[in-house]
C-alpha cells in the first residue's frame, strides 16, 4: 500500500482534502500535528516554505510544500476514482479546484484570522482583515460574507447553465475538485468558528445556492468520504 507522512493542523482547512483522496486512492497517511498547534512538526523549520500542509512520499522520498502540488501528484501518481481520464477533464477539474482555492483563500483564511484574533499588522502577508481597521470586526465580518456571496452566486450560476443534470462539478464522476469543494462548504455549515457567518445571514450560508449544496451531498455519500471525515466537522474549530 502506497504511504505518506502528512503535516498539517487539527483544523479542516486545506488539509482534510488530501486525507479523503488518500482514502478514496488505498494510500495510508500518517498524520503529524504541526506547531504550533500540535509537536510532531516545525513547519517553520522543516517545512520549505514554512507552510503546512506538507507531504513526504515513503515510496520515493519526495516532499511536496503546497497543497495544489500534493493533490495533483497523489491523483497522478497513485491512479483511482479521481484521477481525470483525459487531458479535457484534467484541465476542467483544475478550473474548478482553483474556484475553492480562491474561495477558500480570500474567505475561509481571513475568517480564520477574525476567528482565531489573529489581527496584528502583516499576519499572512498583511491580508484583508489584518488589524481590523474601517470598521472592526463587524465590518470585517460583513465584507467577508458580501465577498462568499459574490462567489458563490458566480458558482452556482455557473452550474446552473452547465450541470443541471449532472451529481458532480464536471459530471457523473467525483473529482478532487468535488472533494475541495466539499470541504470547504461543510467547514462554513458545520464547524464552530464559521458560527460568526452562519448569524450574519440567519442560517446556512449556502441554502440559497442549492447546485452547490446537491454537489456536497454527493460526495457525503461516498463511504470513502464517510470514513475519512468521520466527526471533523462538528469537532474542528475552523
Same mark, same amino acid.
Given at each position: 500500500?502506497?504511504? !505518506?507522512?502528512?503535516?498539517?493542523? @487539527? ?6 482534502? *488530501?486525507? *479523503? ?5 488505498? &494510500? ?5 500535528? =504541526? ?5 510532531? +512538526?516545525?513547519?517553520?523549520?522543516? /517545512?520549505?516554505?514554512?507552510?503546512? @500542509?506538507?507531504?513526504?512520499?515513503? =515510496? $520515493? ?7 495544489? /502540488? ?20 484534467? /484541465?476542467?477539474? /483544475?478550473?474548478? %479546484?482553483? %474556484? ?8 475561509? =483564511? @481571513? +475568517?480564520?484570522? !477574525? !476567528? ?25 465580518i460583513k465584507n467577508l460574507t458580501t465577498l462568499h456571496n459574490n462567489r458563490a452566486k458566480l458558482l452556482e450560476k455557473h452550474l446552473e447553465h452547465?450541470?443541471?443534470?449532472? @451529481? +458532480? ?26 458560527? !460568526? ?13 442549492? $447546485? ?9 455519500? &461516498? ?10 466537522? =462538528?469537532?474542528?474549530?475552523?
Amino acid at each position: 500500500m502506497p504511504e !505518506i507522512d502528512l503535516a498539517y493542523l @487539527p483544523i479542516v482547512g486545506r488539509g482534510e482534502q *488530501i486525507n *479523503i483522496i488518500c482514502g478514496m486512492h488505498g &494510500i495510508k497517511v500518517n498524520v503529524m500535528m =504541526s506547531k504550533p498547534m500540535g509537536e510532531d +512538526f516545525d513547519k517553520d523549520t522543516e /517545512a520549505p516554505f514554512g507552510t503546512v @500542509p506538507w507531504m513526504k512520499d515513503h =515510496s $520515493n522520498g519526495l516532499e511536496l510544500n503546497d497543497s495544489m /502540488a500534493i493533490v495533483q501528484y497523489l491523483v497522478t501518481k497513485y491512479e483511482g476514482r479521481l484521477t481525470p481520464r483525459n487531458t479535457e477533464e484534467a /484541465a476542467l477539474v /483544475a478550473m474548478y %479546484w482553483a %474556484w475553492c482555492q480562491d474561495y477558500y483563500s480570500f474567505v475561509l =483564511s @481571513p +475568517f480564520h484570522d !477574525i !476567528i482565531t484574533g489573529h489581527n496584528e499588522p502583516f499576519w499572512r502577508n498583511l491580508r484583508l482583515t489584518d488589524t481590523l481597521a474601517d470598521g472592526g470586526k463587524e465590518m470585517g465580518i460583513k465584507n467577508l460574507t458580501t465577498l462568499h456571496n459574490n462567489r458563490a452566486k458566480l458558482l452556482e450560476k455557473h452550474l446552473e447553465h452547465s450541470n443541471t443534470s449532472k @451529481p +458532480f462539478l464536471n459530471g457523473s464522476d467525483c473529482s478532487y475538485a468535488d472533494i475541495f469543494l466539499f470541504t470547504c462548504v461543510r467547514t462554513v455549515q458545520n464547524t464552530g468558528g464559521f458560527g !460568526i457567518l452562519r448569524d450574519e445571514v440567519g442560517g446556512d450560508p449556502f441554502e440559497k445556492y442549492p $447546485n452547490i449544496q446537491s454537489i456536497c451531498d454527493e460526495v457525503g455519500k &461516498i463511504d470513502e468520504v464517510i470514513k475519512a471525515v468521520g466527526s471533523k466537522f =462538528s469537532e474542528c474549530p475552523i
